[in-house]
């Protein structure tokens, strides 16, 4: 629980930026758009079609500008911190109360390790994004419904409307978790059957948040309207979704196989499987048999997708592995099974802590570290960054401008010429944005002095690459280039 809490607490600081545009794009533009006073200000066609809920761009700005003081970085943090700390919490939630679905210490055990240590729980559990916070709704809204289907379980209405209410809040944070939701629903339904009075406080939760979330939205866009109604027209019935390209059924599959650790992969996938086929009355076999059918029918996917359900699926692994001990106990006891058993441990155990370091301690995006350069220097001074071929606030979809400063301007190289004439029109040193590390020969040669004052690569890694590979790599580079050494 202690790494846990300290990886969590590394990725909130370390790990700047966005894992996907869409965090940017329809949250913190969104945000920025509620603000006012930006007119560069890209918002996508998910705006103008009132698709997208409302709730994390009015939590962005509240944070925004009630507790980071107008700075996005600040913001970006804080945010982050929040995320982690809700993460945390669902994340040991689900894990304290599966414990009761397992009569194996060892297996407790081996749940605790897997929820302490997966490498992916910090990276999306950090997240400001839609899937990361709905993944995490989704794992408190299992053991609130969970709990309140126990026969004797006290205060069942209040967990029911409590478990109601983060679904609600859950599928709107992130409409696809309608697959898990379902899954849930038909659990309740087929499985538990808890009674009238808990469906009724379930579907009481459930629609208090979903009109609270209508309010919010009425709030943001200036007008009624009903956005997972708007979702479903957009992407299903016009097809919109589908223009951002479509995969085959099995590409779950595969991506599953990558995120779970490799070489070790398919045994944790056969695991999921025998929890499916050995319990198949256990609510987390509804939800991710639901969750996958239903993303795997839908054409276009994304791996993202996948991250409401990893927190379930890590759980459905040991519910997997105590079924299958108990039909193969004696198989399960010989040296030799023993032994491969261990080799397999030792290597899931390297590849998973090299990656949650890895996600611990670097940032999620390169871009991260240029901007807040920009924007730290910019706040001190008016400053001027000449561009060398590509803007880097501008990533071929859209302009981002949360993370601008006014004080910054940007003026574009003509590659032909160089900076020769602006460094000569200059009385002092100018900087220049690379999309790439190593200075080119043209700049290198018009440039008396040149330094690098900004990189998505440490300084200490540059050290160590001898053989200058990471020269050919396209990594975002900030250049202070002046006439002679003294300036």
């Known amino acids: 629980m202690l790494i846990s809490v300290l990886t969590h607490l590394g990725a909130a600081f370390f790990s700047e930026g966005r894992a996907h545009p869409d965090s940017d794009y329809q949250i913190l533009e969104f945000a920025q758009y509620k603000a006012g006073g930006e007119t560069d200000l890209t918002l996508p066609w998910e705006f ?12 962005a700005l509240m944070v925004h500008e009630r507790v980071a003081d107008g700075d996005p970085f600040k913001t970006s943090l804080v945010l982050r911190f929040i995320s982690a700390a809700l993460g945390l919490f669902s994340a040991w939630l689900l894990c304290l109360y599966a ?105 009481i939760g459930f629609l208090l948040a979903v009109f609270l979330n209508v309010v919010v939205d009425h709030w943001f866009y200036g007008e009624w309207v009903f956005t997972p109604w708007n979702y479903f027209i957009a992407n ?31 045994l944790l996938l056969a695991a999921v499987v025998a929890a499916f086929v050995l319990r198949p009355r256990h609510m987390l076999t509804w939800v991710g048999v639901c969750f996958l059918i239903g993303h795997s029918l839908v054409g276009h996917k994304e791996t993202r997708f996948l991250v409401p359900l990893i927190m379930p699926l890590l759980v459905l692994v040991v519910l997997g592995a105590e079924s299958l001990g108990e039909q193969f106990k004696a198989r399960a006891r010989s040296a030799g099974r023993r032994v491969v058993r261990n080799i397999l441990m030792a290597v899931f155990l390297v590849m998973n802590t090299a990656a949650l370091l890895y996600v611990s ?65 200059s009385d002092q040193p100018i900087y220049v944005f690379l999309p790439f590390l190593d200075a080119p020969a043209l700049l290198q040669a018009q440039c008396p002095t040149l330094d690098l004052v900004s990189s998505a690569v440490p300084e200490w890694i540059r050290g160590w690459d001898v053989s200058e ?17 003294s300036s």
């Open 99 to 203: 414990f009761r679905w397992l009569s194996d210490d060892r297996l407790r055990f081996a749940l605790v390790a897997l929820i302490g240590t997966f490498w992916m729980l910090p990276w999306f559990h950090v997240r400001f994004s839609s899937e990361g916070w709905a993944a995490s709704l989704l794992a408190i809204s299992i053991v609130c419904v969970c709990a309140a289907c126990e026969p004797t379980r006290r205060h069942q209405w209040w967990l029911a409307v409590l478990g109601g209410a983060t679904l609600g809040v859950s599928f709107y944070l992130r409409f696809p978790v309608a697959f898990a939701i379902l899954g849930i629903g038909l659990w309740v339904l087929v499985v538990a059957r808890p009674g009238v009075y808990v469906l009724g406080s379930l579907a």
């Open 48 to 59: 103008f079609e009132t698709i997208r809920p409302a709730l994390q761009p009015a939590l």
């Open 236 to 266: 299903i019935v016009e097809g919109r979704a589908a223009e951002f390209g479509v995969d085959p059924w099995w590409y779950y599959g595969e991506k599953l196989l990558l995120l779970l650790v490799p070489p070790v992969s398919p």
């Open 469 to 485: 590979r990471l020269s050919s790599l396209r990594i975002w580079s900030m250049y202070r280039c002046g006439k002679d050494a």
């Open 361 to 425: 301690l670097t940032p999620a995006h390169q871009e991260a570290v240029i901007h807040k350069w920009i924007y730290e220097t910019a706040s001190h001074q008016p400053l001027t960054v000449f561009t060398w071929g590509k803007h880097p606030y501008y990533d071929g979809t859209g302009m981002v401008s949360f993370y601008r400063s006014p004080n910054a301007q940007f003026e574009a190289i003509d590659l032909t010429v160089g900076v020769a004439p602006t460094l000569r029109d």
